[in-house]
């Protein structure tokens, strides 16, 4: 089943949290000269425009990214990100919000090598389009979960992983737990970013995926998260994580900083919080 369209929720609380991570990451490896490899197991389209009706209908940007957009003097630390954002909207608008494909092909360097996996046959054509063409980038249409393990371990020794599916499915929270741990096995040196929702819900299975993953062989594991609201405000998403394997130095501080701001900026009512919390720290 390929219900989930990301263009519904493009630029939303939870696209922030995971595209500052993940600029914050990809800065980081850009900081030695070795090449590594970007794997993005649940890639998107690549690009949204904030001013289409499936944007316009759920809001979701308006109390996302429109907000954060007209504070961003407050946050230094995530120029880069920000400068994504600006090199798409040349113009005082913003009409297009970058995914993390887009943002990933923005700031590699010509020596690296980008692998994207996206399943839904419109969002992978989409995705096609939206990218510069580059002998760099391996468009696949395939399970994310399923190419990732064939792609493990990778011929460049470093490299970073995002694993972002819509766990619409229930089964997907335990997809990342094993395959995160299968992965883990084959290449134990490569950087993983899970991202994940938190729902006020039954549906959310977050604390139980957590809880599996803080089990196993991990030897550094890194939890950020960010509520928007309280809990019992409604059903929907409140809030988001991201759970990140062998954290680049620094990452910890550097997400302890932008937190602060991000939350109060983004918050729709007085229970809005965030955490940065090592689940195994780094020995
Ligand atoms: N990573 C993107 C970003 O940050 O811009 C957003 C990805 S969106 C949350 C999840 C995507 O996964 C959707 O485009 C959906 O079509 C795709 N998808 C769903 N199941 C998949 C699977 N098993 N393998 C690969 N892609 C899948």
Request: hydrophobic fraction near 40%; charged fraction near 20%; aromatic fraction near 10%.
């Given at each position: ?178 395959t995160l741990a ?26 139980t995926m957590l ?73």
């Amino acid at each position: 089943m390929l219900s989930y369209r990301h263009a519904f929720h493009a630029g939303n609380h939870a696209d922030i949290l995971k595209h500052a991570a993940l600029t914050l990451i990809l800065n980081s490896l850009n900081q030695k000269p070795k090449p590594y490899c970007y794997i993005d197991t649940h890639a998107g389209a690549g690009l949204y425009r904030l001013d289409s009706e499936w944007s316009t209908k759920t809001g979701e940007a308006s109390l996302g990214i429109h907000k954060l957009w007209s504070h961003r003097a407050q946050l230094p630390q995530l120029t880069t990100y920000f400068a994504c954002i600006q090199g798409l909207n040349p113009n005082a608008t913003l009409s297009y919000y970058p995914g993390s494909p887009w943002i990933a092909q923005t700031l590699v360097r010509s020596t690296e090598q980008l692998v994207l996996t996206e399943l839904h046959p419109d969002d992978k054509n989409l995705l096609k389009n939206n990218l510069r063409h580059s002998k760099q980038v391996t468009l696949v249409v395939n399970d994310g979960f399923k190419e990732l393990l064939a792609r493990v371990p990778p011929l460049l020794k470093r490299g970073l992983v995002l694993i972002d599916p819509p766990y619409e499915l229930k089964q997907d929270y335990m997809l990342v737990t094993e395959t995160l741990a299968q992965a883990y096995k084959r290449w134990a040196t490569g950087i993983y970013a899970v991202w994940y929702p938190i729902l006020a819900s039954k549906r959310d299975h977050s604390d139980t995926m957590l809880r599996k993953i803080k089990q196993g062989a991990y030897s550094n594991l890194l939890k950020v998260e960010l509520h928007v609201k309280g809990a019992n405000s409604d059903f929907g998403m409140y809030g988001s994580g991201m759970l990140i394997v062998n954290a680049p130095w620094q990452l910890d501080t550097q997400l302890e900083s932008i937190l602060p701001p991000l939350t109060n900026i983004l918050a729709q009512d007085e229970h809005a919080s965030w955490t940065v919390e090592w689940l195994k720290a780094p020995t």
